[in-house]
């Protein structure tokens, strides 16, 4: 089992800045992969950034130049610093593991609301 506890979420004016925290616990190990989706009202949930133990990152093209995923292998934290904010990016923010092993984990979600 792994769980992710996740802070950071807010109400922030369009232009400003936002970052988040993702910190797992439990049954990590391994090669794995942690970040971040989000789920707006009536829309799917979408990836926004993943990044592996490694260090490789993926972004989704909305948020490339505005985002940057990073984590802290020692203390098992992923961190997303949205930087340049939309009101389209208003939306419930779920942290994510990933290992092959195990599978897939979610966390509780955090609100993060844009105002225009």
């Known amino acids: 089992q792994v769980q992710l506890v996740e802070s950071g979420g807010g109400l922030v004016q369009a232009g400003g800045s936002l970052r988040l925290s993702c910190a797992a616990s439990?049954?990590?190990?391994?090669?794995?992969?942690m970040g971040w989706y989000r789920q707006a009202p009536g829309k799917q949930r979408e990836l926004v950034a993943t990044i592996t133990s490694g260090g490789g990152a993926n972004y989704a093209d909305s948020v490339k130049g505005r985002f940057t995923i990073s984590r802290d292998n020692a203390k098992n934290t992923v961190y997303l610093q949205m930087n340049s904010l939309k009101p389209e990016d208003t939306a419930v923010y779920y942290c994510n593991y990933f290992q092959a092993v195990i599978g897939s984990y979610w966390g509780q979600g955090t609100q993060v609301t844009v105002s225009s």
């Open positions: 439990g049954n990590i190990f391994g090669r794995n992969a």
